[in-house]
DNA sequence: TACGTTTGATCGCAATCGAG
DNA sequence: CTCGATTGCGATCAAACGTA
């Protein structure tokens, strides 16, 4: 089989999936995020991935965006033959950046591309597919480093979280944030934080409760509605379990003194 | 990663309390 | 009496966990 190469704009909202073929994605416009079996990063002009076949990768596009794909199968002539020694690059994901040099080849690529790609043959999408993964081959080497597994962004799933904090949020809501699966990102939110998802975003709601506590008279039930318990019930549960004392004694303590248990938030179930 | 099981939080309702 | 808030309880279901 031969390399494919194409020029595709990746969906904004995450998809995943995994293929039989090797795949570089290259960066022209916009910005997206992948994760790949654990390794996560972002993608910029000239900046870039390589997706080994059969890895499982999450991506999404944020925004206008617009990607270079190669599809590489494994007996493409770009990776066998006098090539064979190319494959290595696919031993593990990576992501890279696109020194000089390799831009003006890139320029050159899209160049060649352009006007009426269909055109273009298989053996000629070869022929440019070896030369860039030779070059790619030379800077990065043969031998990946270690996947570093990725800090997941507190900073940006607490925006979501409170972007969305009047509404249900799922921890596969998070987890489609993060572009990692659900038991994946469970486990690494854990690890990261100390607390379930859930627990997490719990923690968030009473905080914002709180705050809307202490800025005014606001009823209860509609400070339960504005940070996301169903019922005031439910907020007076979680106030309790949490802190010991009833939201209204809570407000009846300000300003004076918070509740003595107000730091135990981590202790929240 | 998928799947089955267990756990425990939430929901929704009703009863009750307390302040005005 | 009214209204806002608290508490209790059973049913439900999502999250967590264990295993393959």
């Known amino acids: 089989m031969s390399s494919i190469i194409r020029q595709i704009p990746?969906?904004?909202?995450?998809?995943?999936?995994?293929?039989?073929?090797?795949?570089?994605?290259?960066?022209?416009?916009?910005?997206?995020?992948?994760?790949?079996?654990?390794?996560?990063?972002?993608?910029?002009?000239?900046?870039?991935?390589?997706?080994?076949?059969?890895?499982?990768?999450?991506?999404?596009?944020?925004?206008?965006?617009?990607?270079?794909?190669?599809d590489l199968p494994a007996d493409a002539p770009s990776l066998t033959g006098y090539h064979h020694e190319l494959s290595r690059l696919f031993d593990?994901?990576?992501?890279?950046?696109?020194?000089?040099?390799?831009?003006h080849y890139l320029d050159f690529l899209l160049l060649e591309q352009s006007g009426c790609p269909e055109d273009m043959s298989a053996a000629q999408s070869d022929r440019l597919a070896a030369t860039f993964l030779g070059c790619l081959h030379a800077r990065l080497g043969g031998t990946p480093p270690q996947p570093r597994v990725r800090q997941l962004d507190l900073a940006k799933l607490d925006h979501f979280i409170d972007r969305h904090l009047a509404n249900p949020i799922a921890v596969a809501d998070l987890a489609a944030q993060a572009c990692l699966s659900e038991a994946h990102f469970r486990s690494r939110f854990r690890e990261q934080t100390g607390l379930s998802p859930w627990q997490y975003v719990r923690r968030r709601r009473l905080e914002a409760a709180c705050r809307l506590l202490e800025e005014g008279r606001m009823p209860l039930?509609?400070?339960?509605?504005?940070?996301?318990?169903?019922?005031?019930?439910?907020?007076?549960?979680?106030?309790?379990?949490?802190?010991?004392?009833?939201?209204?004694?809570?407000?009846?303590?300000?300003?004076d003194r918070p509740p003595a248990s107000l730091n135990r938030l981590d202790h929240a179930t």
């Open 10 to 70: 990746l969906d904004t909202a995450t998809q995943h999936h995994a293929h039989d073929f090797h795949q570089i994605v290259i960066g022209l416009q916009g910005r997206a995020e992948f994760e790949i079996e654990g390794l996560g990063g972002a993608i910029s002009a000239f900046s870039g991935c390589i997706v080994p076949a059969n890895h499982v990768h999450y991506y999404v596009g944020q925004g206008e965006n617009r990607q270079l794909i190669l």
């Open 221 to 255: 039930s509609q400070i339960a509605l504005n940070t996301g318990f169903a019922h005031q019930s439910a907020l007076s549960h979680a106030f309790r379990s949490a802190y010991g004392c009833p939201p209204s004694q809570f407000r009846r303590s300000l300003p």
């Open 92 to 103: 593990a994901p990576r992501f890279f950046a696109l020194d000089q040099p390799l831009k």
